[in-house]
């Protein structure tokens, strides 16, 4: 949001003067309307270039591009999911709405999930894994892969929080079989709220269009009785939010040129701090570093540093944390009946109750306590990642707020 200027200001400019804001419509043909700048087709095709995938549907936030991932993968009653334990509440909310059971496992020193306990949480109901690549780093994709082939289940990449990150080369969210992304304003390039779901494949293509808009094929140009899969919903982007997507995509690489210098450098200055280390990336190049994350040696000198700087542990630190969703740990739902919580044994052919609680992930609480992020591109005091550098901030100002950290951490770490 900080790096909004002229430039998103003349593609909104453009598409005002048009008199056009709906996505649909004909450039050519005897309907075609000169008004029709198909920004929202055009950000598709971008993101889904860049991405190395054939398609992409814009949607209006990166919950709905998860909750339509799940529907064109036909996810629903019966089935489970698998999910990290340090993840955003959008990913389980669209598994809970899809009528699915989130299944939580453990995450490992790269703050996403870990292989192994997804191996161990996979049941003949599990359909999906879930990997978030949590605060721009991508989770070890190659091992999650295997799993999900070897037991024939889909991947999906939840990559709000990872867009422009890479992986041994590839795009974050053209690895599974379906990714998304957000744009809402935390993220890397935003459009106030939005989100995309791609793929490589054309048959979950249709059916994500068609969940995101009433059943309807891509691009609809009529009623199309008939025709229709099955329901949809409307989810649709609009071509003023695609005119400042486009400028804001504009700007990715110069943006993550900088989130990377600024993180490399803020590294530098506090790495040789006695017993600080700092979480495992799986791609140094190919990571947004929008988040520098530190292990210190226990979860009592971790809170000391964080109240030093006025920021908490990881742990305490918000919403991110499965421990504090209440939501799924009191599975409240907005209806009476509870499902799918309660009617999971009617659909998967089993009498099993499903039950969340709090240190339920015992190795994720223990590693989720001893650390500390220090946001680079971004500083929300008050919500998840308080102390941190802008992106605005030039080098002299990394140095000084490392130095800041230094201080504080110097009187634990010894
Ligand atoms: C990991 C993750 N998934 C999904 C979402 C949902 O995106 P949106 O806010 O665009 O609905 C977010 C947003 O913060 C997120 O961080």
Redesign the pocket.
């Known amino acids: 949001m900080e790096l909004v200027g002229e430039e998103e200001i003349q593609e909104v400019l453009e598409v005002l003067r048009s008199g056009y804001l709906f996505r649909y419509g004909q450039a050519t043909g005897p309907y075609a309307d000169a008004r029709f700048l198909a920004k929202v087709c055009q950000c598709e095709q971008e993101i889904a270039r860049y991405a190395g995938v054939r398609y992409a549907v814009a949607v209006n936030?990166?919950?709905?591009?998860?909750l339509t991932a799940l529907a064109a993968l036909g996810i629903g009653p019966g089935d489970e999911v698998i999910v990290p334990g340090f993840?955003?509440i959008?990913?389980i909310s669209s598994i809970v709405y899809a009528r699915a059971i989130p299944v939580l496992a453990e995450i490992d020193r790269t703050f996403n999930l870990d292989a192994e306990d997804v191996k161990a949480k996979i049941t003949p109901h599990t359909k999906a894994i879930m990997a978030?690549?949590?605060m721009g780093n991508p989770a070890r994709l190659n091992e999650l892969k295997k799993i999900a082939d070897d037991h024939a289940v889909a991947l999906i990449e939840?990559c709000?929080?990872a867009f422009g990150a890479s992986y041994r080369g590839r795009v974050a969210g053209s690895i599974g079989r379906m990714g998304?992304y957000?744009?809402?304003v935390?993220?890397t390039i935003t459009s106030g709220?939005?989100?995309m779901v791609v793929t490589d494949d054309e048959d979950l293509y249709r059916r994500a269009f068609a969940f995101h808009d009433q059943g309807h094929s891509p691009l609809r140009t009529g009623v199309e009785i008939g025709e229709r899969p099955f329901f949809g919903l409307d989810f649709r982007f609009t071509e003023l939010q695609a005119a400042v997507l486009l400028a804001q995509f504009r700007k990715l690489p110069r943006l993550l040129e900088r989130l990377r210098a600024n993180k490399k450098r803020y590294k530098e200055l506090i790495s040789d701090l006695p017993g600080l280390e700092f979480r495992e990336i799986t791609d140094e190049q190919g990571e947004c570093s929008t988040m520098l994350t530190l292990i210190l040696p226990s979860a009592e000198i971790a809170r000391k540093i964080a109240a030093e700087l006025g920021t908490k542990v990881v742990a305490r630190a918000g919403w991110?944390v499965y421990n504090n969703m209440e939501q799924l740990m009191q599975q409240r739902t907005p209806t009476a009946v509870p499902c799918p919580f309660s009617c999971f044994g009617r659909y998967a052919g089993e009498d099993r109750e499903i039950r969340y609680w709090q240190g339920m992930l015992p190795r994720t609480d223990a590693l989720l306590e001893r650390a500390l992020n220090i946001s680079i591109g971004v500083s929300d005091p008050g919500l998840s990642s308080g102390y941190g550098v802008t992106i605005r901030d030039d080098a002299e100002s990394v140095e000084r707020h490392a130095m800041g950290f230094r201080r504080a951490a110097e009187k634990y770490l010894r």
């Open positions: 936030s990166g919950t709905s591009a998860l993840t955003f959008a990913g978030v690549h949590m939840d709000a929080q998304t957000s744009f809402n935390y993220k709220d939005g989100g991110h």
